[in-house]
Structure formats: structure tokens, C-alpha cells
């Protein structure tokens, strides 16, 4: 459930609690941008240029009529606690105290091309969040709690609840040396054939081998290997394949004798 708000439309009496809670998230705000962004945030509100406010569990979501025509949509997300007990005036402001969140609790995006972290649209709804608490601090809680669907008074999960059911189911641990029932209708198991065994590739055939080949190539005449003669060949007095280095050395000093 979300609700939606039109700023400054509200006139009512100031809460006793809710001029702490404007003044904490105000400090909040303050602490997370620069003094002009800041600055620029507050002339927003004052022009009455935050045009509307929605808040639902964890989300604050405001629109903001900037330089364009169409207004910018900024959202500011923060982390969900327990929802508390309301109580008096003096318990209360201390419950919101504690719900404000602080600047590292937040996160914060828009639609402008502004990428400071966070923009002065951003920094405007949460000034304009922060005005409306002064005469309805309950807003802190619905956009800082769980939703009351989800949790009982106390801040604790409904019995049969989602909220109840998944908690349970998160934290409650396994009960040691505990077996979980079985039932007595016998197991109807599904017999799984064995796999056959995966025998190794075979190398694929060569192409150039097949009988389209054959027949297309047909019978090639080759020739007849050439004879290779064995015979050693002479040169002058020594002849190659011998051992006698010192005798075919001679005979070539003789050959080159004769050349002179």
C-alpha cells in the first residue's frame, strides 16, 4: 500500500513529535549533499515545485517540476526495520529518532541527467518529506517499517503470515540426529538402462580412395624406375669409397701437375 501526498496541502497542527523527526531527516539530508545542492533543494520546496509525494514501505518516491516541461521522478530507497509500537508523545519522539536513517541507509536515483549523489531533485523530496512530518510523523513509520499486513503490534510476524512463514523457514536450523518420516507407500524406482560403451573414432576415410575417384582418374602409365649404377667412379688415380685418403691425395696432386 502506497500513500500519496500533495505537499504543503495539509494543514494541521504541528505533532508534538513530529518537529524532532522533520529536524533529524532534515540533518540527514544536509549531511549528504553539497551546501549548494542543498540550497538549491530548499528553493524547490519553498516554489512548490515538489508536485507530489508517494510513500510506501521502503520507497519514497516525489516528483519535481524542473527545467523541462515533464517533471523529474526521484526515488529514495531505504533499508525496512520493525515496526513499533506507538505509544505517547515522549516514546514516540524516541521511536522516531531512532527511525530516521542515516545518509548511508539511503539510496537515491532520478530521472535527470544530474549525476551528483544525491541531486538537488532528490534533496527537494526529501525536504518535502521531511515538512509533512511536522504534523504527521507517522508517515516516518510507514515508509521506514514493514508493511502492518505483514507484521503484528510489536513489529512481530502475523501467525500464517508470509512475513512469519519465511522467517521461519530462514532461521529455524535442522534438529540434529533427526530423520524426516518416511511413508509407508513403497518407492516405485525407475529402472535406468545401462548406457552402451563408447567406442574410440575411427579416422575418416580418405576421399581421394573411393571408387568415383578410381573411375574417374582410371589406369596412369608410369615409367619404369631408372638402374642406379653401384659401381664406384673413377677420378684419376684414387678411386671414391676407398679408404686410401693418402693415395687419392697423391693423385690429385698429380692430375694438377700435368694441368701446368
Known sequence: MSIVIRPGHFHSEP???GKLATTLLSVTVAGMADPAR???GKAYVADHAVTRLEVSSGTLRGSVQGSRAEPYEAIIATRLTARPRLGNAES????????????????????????????KHAVATMLAFAEELTARPELLVEWRCHPADDEAEGGRPRVG????TGRHLRLA????GHEPP???RPSRSRTVPPRPPVRPSSPPPNPYESPAWQ????????PDPPEVPTDPAPVGHAML????????IRSAVELLTCLE
Open 241 to 248: 669409397g676407398t679408404v686410401d685418403v693418402g693415395g687419392w
Open 38 to 40: 542543498f540550497r538549491r
Open 173 to 176: 536450523p535442522p534438529i540434529p
Open 161 to 164: 503470515s508470509r512475513a512469519a
Open 92 to 119: 514516540l519522539r524516541t521511536q522516531l529518532s531512532q527511525l530516521v536513517p542515516q545518509g548511508g541507509q539511503l539510496m537515491v536515483s532520478c530521472t535527470c541527467p544530474d549525476w551528483d549523489d544525491p541531486c
Open 215 to 222: 573411375a574417374f582418374l582410371g589406369s596412369l602409365p608410369f
Open 182 to 184: 518416511t511413508s509407508d
Open 15 to 17: 505533532h508534538p513529535a
